[in-house]
């Protein structure tokens, strides 16, 4: 891992014992602000590209907060929902607002880390300032419990069916059970499969979508800081 990545992780746990440096790390990736603007070129060097640049989205926060937390010696896997931006607790102007409505299903990232024994989601996208527009800010984590999931999933097809137990619990595998899954999450190894999976999705997409999606983000990117210059 590169040199900023590693004077980063020192200075975010120094004197800190593992809860501690757990809570530390995800603190200070949260706190980066969310942003579109500085695409990354590729998930093998988006922790320190993300550092360089002091800002974000999901994808490179949490490739960033896995490359932390396997320093401290932590099992994480990648967790990706799809989930739709026009999401009504989001308070977005009327101009946004419409442009969110034609945006096809997006993909959002957080990570699922095994802590003492349990699978845990941890999701460190939105920076606390953007509360005040109606984002889910995980704050004040106990470095134990699970976080909130930043956006709202949607539910998957296969899952909608009920198993034949009695139970009318929603079908899973032995995977999904251990994980602890929210309805429609998938999960993915480390960066390159979450890469493969997320170019796969993305590549379906058509010129129109594309079109839709190149007007939202510049509009949505505006907003956030309007949001965060909010008193």
Not at 72 to 94: I, R, S
Request: aromatic share 12%; hydrophobic share 35%.
């Amino acid at each position: 891992m590169s040199t900023l990545v590693d004077a980063s992780f020192r200075e975010w746990t120094l004197g800190l014992d593992q809860r501690e440096s757990r809570i530390s790390l995800f603190e200070h990736i949260r706190n980066i602000p969310y942003s579109f603007s500085v695409r990354m070129t590729s998930p093998d060097t988006a922790p320190e590209q993300i550092l360089s640049a002091g800002k974000g989205y999901c994808g490179p926060k949490h490739y960033l907060l896995a490359a932390m937390y396997r320093k401290l010696g932590l099992e994480v896997v990648f967790a990706t929902f799809p989930f739709l931006w026009n999401d009504p607790d989001f308070q977005y102007p009327p101009h946004l607002r419409t442009l969110a409505a034609a945006v096809p299903i997006a993909y959002h990232l957080a990570c699922r880390v095994r802590i003492n024994g349990r699978w845990v989601l941890v999701d460190a996208t939105w920076d606390p300032p953007l509360a005040r527009g109606g984002f889910p800010v995980n704050e004040h984590w106990d470095g134990l419990s699970e976080t909130r999931c930043a956006v709202k999933p949607l539910r998957s097809a296969i899952r909608t069916a009920y198993c034949r137990t009695g139970t009318s619990e929603p079908c899973r595998d032995n995977r999904a059970r251990e994980l602890n899954t929210l309805d429609g999450e998938q999960h993915c190894r480390d960066q390159t499969e979450h890469s493969r999976f997320f170019s796969t999705r993305t590549g379906m997409r058509s010129p129109e979508e594309m079109d839709k999606i190149a007007r939202f983000y510049p509009a949505f990117e505006s907003w956030l800081e309007k949001v965060r210059d909010q008193k």
